[in-house]
């Protein structure tokens, strides 16, 4: 079964987890899992460390989120990796009847010299439908600020092309919030023919300090405006949670209204910001 916007509701809800590295991480996860999941998404993501280094903790995860009764949609990132092992994760997905998958390039961890047998998520996403068929569902990720690493920004909507030519069926944002970003990457998207559902990546603001770590590694822009009224909060936690609320529930409202195919949110296994923010926007 493959999931489209028919089968999957006019727009589509999505929660992302990390694998947790502790057990305390972990007892904290399941807490915040089972209050998201009385929201009822229809997927919840789980990320992979790229080389392979959180494998058995994201099957882990999928897997009981799956023996819960959801959807779970692991990452799967190929760099550093070999064809063999990645046909190895597709067939333990496989057999715990998992369907959704998002594929991605990851990026090199440091000491780890070898890119790997495929280089881009465009070869991974051609290697998953060669061997599985239409088994998976297939997300991949878009960058309405561009990739950080894009030679030019055509060149990245090029590159974005060629996933979708390989047989993605729909795509998941970085965050960001310029929304004009997003809707002229959706314009421009389709000018070039790319139709499938563009949905954004939704990343709750918690901590200013954190925010802006994020931001520099991974080239979401925090407009100026929103980066100097939380310099202007200094240590005021309470105001920052506020301000950061406001900003991205108004952002979410825009984006719903304005026709996006759907919201995943960046959870960082926290329930609190993601839960305000979805009763706000009534969608509970
Ligand atoms: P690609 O689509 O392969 O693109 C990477 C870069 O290569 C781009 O600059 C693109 O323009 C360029 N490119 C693509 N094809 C070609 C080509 N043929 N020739 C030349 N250049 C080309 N990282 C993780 O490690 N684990 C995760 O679980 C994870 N989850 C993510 C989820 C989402 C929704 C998003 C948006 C990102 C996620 N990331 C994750 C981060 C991601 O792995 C990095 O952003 C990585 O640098 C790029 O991955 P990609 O799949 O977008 O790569």
Same mark, same amino acid.
């Given at each position: 079964? #493959?999931? +489209? ?7 589509? =809800? ?5 694998? &947790? ?39 882990? =995860? #999928?897997?009981?989120?799956?023996? %819960? ?17 990645? *046909?190895?994760?597709?067939? %333990? ?5 998992? *369907? ?6 990851? +990026?090199?961890? @440091? ?7 495929? *280089? ?10 060669? %061997?599985?068929? /239409?088994?998976? $569902? ?20 090029? $590159? ?23 809707? @002229?990457?959706? +314009? ?11 949905? &954004?990546?939704?990343?709750?603001? @918690? ?23 939380? %310099?202007?909060?200094? /240590?005021?936690?309470?105001?920052? *949670?506020?301000?950061? !609320?406001?900003?991205?529930? $108004?952002?979410?409202?825009?984006? =719903? ?6 919201? $995943? ?15 706000? !926007?009534?969608?509970?």
């Amino acid at each position: 079964m #493959v999931l +489209d916007k028919d089968t999957m509701g006019a727009q589509v =809800l999505s929660f992302e987890f990390f694998p &947790p590295a502790t057990s305390e991480g972990r007892t904290k996860w399941m807490s915040t899992y089972q209050q998201l999941r009385q929201f009822k998404p229809e997927f919840f993501s789980v990320t992979y460390g790229a080389g392979g280094s959180t494998r058995d903790r994201t099957y882990e =995860l #999928v897997s009981t989120i799956q023996k %819960e009764g959801d959807r779970a949609a692991p990452h799967l990132s190929c760099v550093g990796s070999t064809q063999e092992s990645i *046909r190895a994760i597709l067939d %333990e997905y496989r057999q715990q009847n998992i *369907r959704h998958i998002v594929a991605l390039r990851g +990026d090199l961890p @440091s000491g780890m010299a070898d890119p790997g047998e495929l *280089r881009y998520a465009s070869e991974l996403v051609e290697f998953i439908r060669k %061997e599985t068929g /239409d088994w998976f $569902h297939i997300e991949v990720a878009a960058y309405p600020e561009y990739h950080p690493q894009a030679q030019s920004a055509q060149k990245d909507l090029l $590159h974005f092309k060629e996933k979708v030519n390989a047989g993605a069926n729909t795509a998941i944002t970085q965050y960001f919030y310029n929304i004009d970003a997003y809707w @002229s990457f959706c +314009d421009s998207a389709a000018s070039l023919g790319v139709n499938i559902p563009i949905i &954004p990546g939704i990343m709750p603001i @918690s901590s200013f300090s954190k925010l802006c770590r994020f931001s520099d590694a991974c080239g979401a822009e925090i407009p100026r405006w929103i980066r100097k009224k939380m %310099e202007s909060f200094g /240590d005021d936690a309470v105001s920052i *949670r506020a301000f950061g !609320l406001d900003v991205v529930t $108004h952002l979410c409202d825009q984006l =719903l209204t304005g026709g996006a195919p759907g919201l $995943h949110f960046y959870t960082l296994n926290q329930a609190s910001l993601t839960s305000v923010i979805w009763q706000r !926007l009534g969608l509970s």
